[in-house]
């Protein structure tokens, strides 16, 4: 209960942060929401002229592209602190959460809520999922609700993890952001598409290394069933949510013992 | 003129500094053309031509357009951080021009990204793909012309909205909206050819398809002769106007400067 206190606490406090600059901040939230359109916009153009890309229409395409919005505002809200990590090391604003009383995850997962980005990315979430998911052909009865919030739960657990996995090697590496910046923001930047389009390469990279294609591909297609399915063991369909809760657990434990390797860098 | 080339070799050599910098950047560089490539391949599926558009010229216009927006990938934030700290004041004490200074800087920049970032990428896309050769010798300089005015577009744009952190707090968000303007505009995601054709009327009146679609299509040969002269010339022509806007807002913001404490 406690725990619980301190986290809305917490949260109130990343508010009133953000809030000090009002006008800032919502310029910064539709920045947000607006560079993240960006690529909806294109392929939305594409698809006027060309139809459709390896049988997904735009409807299909919008509703692949939800699930990774919807999934990355809860993201960006609880690990804001965790996505800039290397920073933090480098200030040496880590060794303050070690003379707290609390679990260093814990505190870390609370702090500083990136709201802006957070509704930015959820507000476009809602968008396109309000727009595409009565049109793609989905009886949304029962058993499609709960997969699908199991499928939000995973992919948020999903992407959490592998931000604890790159901020534990800041334990072991002094300069961590470009491993980040190629395996992490390049291949997010892909998932977007239906991963059937892309060379064999990529495809296991967005598999089997870093495993966007659970957050929105395979849900997407448990609920759609696109032809290109078939390129794919059908059993990726049915455990997409379960994939997010063994990434995410793994993360933790390589975290835990990583994290004992860390000596201050000083000041 | 020595000093501002000087400024620019400084900033190569200072690049140069980052070995792991530049192994990331081919990396990075090639995986965005593979992916980009697959995805127009998809879009093209069996389909030869699209509006006489064929596959190989879509993927030359998207890696030649990457290679300079590559270029053109400097820190927005400069003029920013510069006024928050009070720093620019010792801008206006050393005896050259800050404007070209900062243009020294991000072409030298831009050469080391070209050099060291973009052709090692372009080189290993050529081993899995064909991309169209250029359409004459004597197209080259002229394209390299128009390459160099489309560069100046592009960060007189940049620089006009740097200039507004004289008046606002922030501009870090307006030069991200800034860049999704660019970068859906100019064609640089997916080429103007495709537009839906009142958008691409508006476009030929705005400076966006002078910045990377004019050099492209005088690369790829689309132009005749006269139509390249007159592609030139509008290139130009924005340039000067852009020019104009720039020095007005430089000279009111530096006018209403005011830096607290030091």
């Known amino acids: 209960m406690n725990e619980l206190k301190i986290a809305l606490q917490s949260l109130k406090m990343s508010v009133r942060t953000r809030m000090q600059y009002r006008v800032d901040s919502l310029v910064a939230t539709l920045a947000v929401f607006i560079r993240e359109s960006a690529n909806i916009i294109v392929i939305y153009l594409a698809l006027l002229k060309f139809d459709n890309i390896n049988g997904w229409n735009v409807n299909e395409m919008l509703f692949l592209f939800s699930l990774l919005f919807l999934t990355y505002a809860f993201v960006v809200s609880l690990f804001a602190d965790l996505r800039d990590f290397s920073r933090m090391i480098r200030e040496g604003r880590f060794d303050r959460l070690m003379v707290r009383p609390r679990g260093l995850l814990f505190q870390l997962i609370l702090n500083n809520a990136d709201l802006m980005a957070s509704a930015g990315h959820g507000t476009l979430g809602i968008l396109l999922f309000l727009i595409s998911a009565g049109k793609v052909g989905i009886c949304w009865d029962f058993a499609t609700i709960l997969y699908y919030l199991g499928a939000i739960i995973g992919g948020v657990l999903l992407q959490g993890g592998m931000f604890i996995f790159f901020s534990s090697l800041s334990f072991y590496f002094l300069e961590t952001n470009s491993l980040r910046e190629i395996f992490y923001w390049n291949m997010r930047k892909f998932a977007g598409y239906p991963i059937s389009i892309y060379h064999k390469l990529i495809q296991g990279l967005l598999i089997y290394v870093v495993p966007f294609a659970f957050v929105n591909y395979f849900p997407a297609q448990y609920l759609l069933r696109k032809p290109d399915l078939i390129n794919y063991n059908e059993i990726y369909i049915y455990i997409a949510p379960l994939v997010g809760i063994a990434v995410y657990l793994s993360s933790y434990l390589f975290w835990r013992v990583s994290v004992r390797r860390y000596y201050s860098t000083g000041n | ?262």
Not at chain 2, 92 to 102: D, Q
Not at chain 2, 118 to 144: D, E, H, R
Not at chain 2, 196 to 216: A, C, D, G
């Open chain 2, 1 to 262: 003129m020595r000093a501002y080339v000087e400024f620019a070799v400084k900033k190569f050599q200072d690049k140069m500094a980052y070995r792991l910098d530049f192994f990331m950047g081919i990396v990075n560089t090639a995986i965005t053309i593979l992916v980009y490539l697959c995805i127009y391949k998809a879009l093209y599926g069996d389909a030869g031509e699209v509006d006489g558009i064929s596959y190989p010229m879509v993927a030359t216009h998207f890696v030649i357009t990457l290679g300079l927006s590559n270029a053109f990938h400097y820190n927005e934030m400069f003029l920013q951080d510069k006024i928050r700290d009070g720093t620019i004041t010792n801008e206006f004490l050393k005896p050259v021009s800050f404007i070209l200074r900062l243009l020294a800087e991000n072409i030298g920049e831009g050469a080391f990204k070209i050099i060291f970032h973009f052709i090692p990428a372009l080189l290993i896309t050529l081993l899995y793909t064909k991309l169209c050769p250029p359409v004459s010798l004597l197209g080259l300089p002229v394209m390299f012309c128009s390459v160099a005015l489309g560069y100046l577009i592009l960060w007189l744009i940049s620089f006009i909205i740097q200039t507004w952190s004289f008046w606002l707090f922030s501009v870090w968000g307006i030069i991200t909206i800034k860049n999704v303007f660019v970068s859906i505009l100019s064609g640089s995601l997916l080429p103007l050819w495709f537009m839906p054709e009142p958008l691409q009327k508006i476009l030929s009146f705005t400076p966006f398809e002078s910045i990377y679609f004019t050099p492209v299509r005088i690369y790829l040969g689309e132009l005749s002769g006269r139509e390249t002269v007159f592609a030139l010339a509008v290139q130009a022509m924005w340039v000067a106007l852009l020019c104009v806007i720039a020095n007005m807002f430089w000279k009111k913001g530096t006018k209403k400067l005011i830096v607290q404490g030091g």
